[in-house]
């Protein structure tokens, strides 16, 4: 894969915290997608393959006999690329090139935020690995911002058992944002800011409106 990245204009991800909404959101891109006549695929991250799926529970849900074993940054950080590659080459690559639109629950922005700001891992090694395992940007990225203490208190109150990130500290989950907030200040044309602390239909209605003014520009292209 080439060493540039390129910026797909049907490529849509989601980005933000815990507790910041994205399942609702993702499917309110969906249905309007789907109301203008596009085929929509909805995927994840990470997983998104059966492959990548399988990887996807070793990072965040590993079985009882590696439970134990401490997962260090620097592998959960290969491990999150390797199942990315498997999903840019089998899902998203293909369903681009059909024509289709791609909506992801989350993308390599991800990796900065999480293995990046929350694990200290350094960004330049985050970039290489982009350049060469991806070599994809979403056209659209809509970061969901909500403050950590009223995320967190959403996803506790889920019915889940929470898996490896979602045990960490407040201050992982600080950093987690603060670095989603700076790439979405040095990247505007690419991400749009949501306020994630609204009710649920607002930040959906909100994500919708922002799609479609993004398609509005597209064409006008």
């Given at each position: 894969m080439s060493s540039a990245l390129l910026r797909h204009p049907r490529f849509v991800s989601l980005e933000g915290g815990e507790g910041a909404g994205k399942t609702t959101a993702i499917n309110a891109i969906y249905a309007a997608l789907r109301a203008r006549g596009h085929e929509v695929v909805l995927t994840r991250e990470p997983g998104g393959t059966?492959?990548?799926?399988?990887?996807?529970?070793?990072?965040?849900?590993?079985?009882a006999d590696i439970a134990d074993e401490p997962l260090s940054a620097e592998a959960e950080l290969l491990l999150v690329f390797a199942a990315r590659a498997q999903h840019v080459r089998q899902i998203i690559q293909p369903a681009l090139q059909r024509g289709a639109y791609v909506v992801t629950d989350r993308f390599t922005d991800s990796s900065y935020a999480y293995q990046g700001g929350g694990r200290?891992?350094?960004?330049?090694?985050?970039?290489?690995?982009?350049?060469?395992?991806?070599?994809?940007?979403?056209?659209?990225?809509?970061?969901?911002?909500?403050?950590?203490?009223?995320?967190?208190?959403?996803?506790?109150?889920?019915?889940?058992w929470p898996d490896r990130i979602e045990n960490e500290q407040d201050d992982f989950f600080q950093r987690v944002r603060e670095v989603f907030r700076d790439r979405a200040r040095h990247d505007a044309q690419r991400f749009a800011l949501?306020?994630?602390?609204?009710?649920?239909?607002?930040?959906?209605?909100?994500?919708?409106?922002?799609?479609?003014?993004?398609?509005?520009?597209?064409?006008r292209a």
């Open positions: 059966p492959l990548a799926e399988r990887i996807r529970a070793i990072v965040l849900k590993p079985d200290g891992l350094e960004a330049d090694w985050i970039a290489d690995l982009e350049r060469r395992v991806v070599g994809l940007l979403p056209g659209l990225t809509l970061l969901l911002d909500v403050d950590v203490d009223v995320g967190r208190a959403r996803a506790n109150s889920r019915d889940m949501i306020d994630a602390s609204q009710p649920q239909d607002r930040v959906a209605a909100d994500v919708v409106a922002r799609v479609e003014q993004w398609l509005q520009e597209q064409e």
